[in-house]
């Protein structure tokens, strides 16, 4: 497994009046994940709170444990590791949707194993990677205005304002079963990850990101994997999209591949 640094970080925002994201950082397992709840009074942060322990518990019990029962069956098409992790999501969609209709949440979940990043993802909330100083969004969201975007209705720059721009067309935990984007990306010494919910990227542009990530106040980890630059960075980014307006919960996992 790669040696992996980490750091996640959560804020309620300016303009909330609780938080309803969620996140679990497990480095020993190289597990990161983030869940960005919907549903206000009637469970946002209860639904990205079960979604993360659900998720959590069975990614780390799968990945220890060969004999374990499949929930919904193996996909043969794709790796263990993307066939473990949606496994996983759709169970947390099972207990949500079962528990209480009309919360659920997004999210988004990294695996690095071996020199992979295994990633799947529900709703708008993202991943980015930081390579050779350059960013890429590795998540498609699942939104209304990411729609309009692909449909060239509306530019990227019009869906700032976009009325409807915090609307998504997946999440988990809203229907009987969820069907997860999932994709397997190479990991090379150096690679950093970014996962965070749309209150961090509805609020800072690519290249705002990018700027506080390649210029950290000190160095990215230390050997101890304990803080560091990632620690500062995160708590620069969830700064800056409060100074934008914080105008949603905001959550900064930052993960760091040697």
């Given amino acids: 497994m790669n040696n ?10 300016l303009k909330r009046q609780r938080n309803e994201d969620s996140y679990a950082v497990e480095p020993d397992f190289g597990l990161f994940v983030v869940a960005d709840g919907m549903g206000g009074h009637a469970g946002g942060d209860m639904a990205s709170g079960m979604a993360i322990e659900t998720v ?21 098409s794709v790796p263990r590791e993307i066939n473990i992790i949606s496994s996983g999501m759709r169970l947390a969609n099972k207990h949500i949707f079962s528990e209480s209709k009309g919360m659920g949440t997004t999210m988004v979940v990294l695996l690095i194993k071996d020199n992979k ?5 529900v709703g ?8 050779d100083r350059m960013i890429a ?27 409807l721009r915090h609307v998504v067309t997946r999440a988990i935990g809203v229907g009987p079963d969820v069907k997860c984007d999932c994709t397997v990306e190479d990991v090379v010494s150096e ?4 996962l965070c919910s749309d209150g961090l990227s509805g609020m800072l542009e690519d290249s705002e990101i990018l700027n506080i990530i390649n210029n950290p106040p ?32 905001i959550t900064a996992i930052l993960v760091k591949c040697k």
């Fill in 117 to 121: 990043a295994y990633i799947c993802h």
């Fill in 4 to 13: 992996v640094y980490a750091c996640g970080k959560t804020d309620i925002g």
């Fill in 191 to 194: 690679d950093m990850f970014l």
């Fill in 218 to 249: 000190s160095p990215p980890f230390t050997e101890g994997g304990q803080g560091g630059g990632i620690e500062e960075c995160c708590e620069r980014l969830i700064k800056r999209a409060n100074e934008k307006g914080g105008d949603d919960n």
């Fill in 56 to 76: 959590r518990a069975f990614i780390k019990k799968a990945l220890s444990d060969s004999e374990i029962t499949w929930p919904f069956g193996v996909d043969h």
């Fill in 137 to 163: 969004q590795l998540t498609e969201d699942h939104s209304l205005v990411a729609d309009e975007i692909r449909r060239g209705t509306i530019t990227k720059e019009q869906a700032r304002n976009y009325s």
């Fill in 124 to 131: 708008d909330s993202r991943i980015y990677r930081i390579r």
